[in-house]
């Protein structure tokens, strides 16, 4: 599935494309390698969820429907 999307660029406030997707392993990458630390860092009240293990825990389900929000090439 993909879904073209526009978000709000909050640093010039200016509306980019993005696509919404279906979660896949590349996207489970891309938060370890890119977006773990920074959200560990940050006061977000979910930054210390663990998105590899509520993956696991739902793949066998179809309960649940995983996507995510990519926009230039950065889940």
Do not use: P
Not at 8 to 17: E, I, P, Q, T
Not at 25 to 50: I, M, P, V, Y
């Amino acid at each position: 599935m993909e879904i073209s999307v526009k978000l709000l660029r909050v640093k010039d406030d200016l509306a980019v494309d993005a696509k919404l997707l279906t979660l896949t392993a590349k996207h489970l990458d891309d938060f370890e390698t890119f977006w773990k630390t920074r959200l560990q860092a940050s006061e977000e009240e979910d930054g210390d969820w663990n998105w590899i293990k509520k993956n696991q825990f739902t793949l066998f389900s179809s309960d649940y429907e995983k996507y995510v929000i990519e926009c230039e090439q950065i889940t």
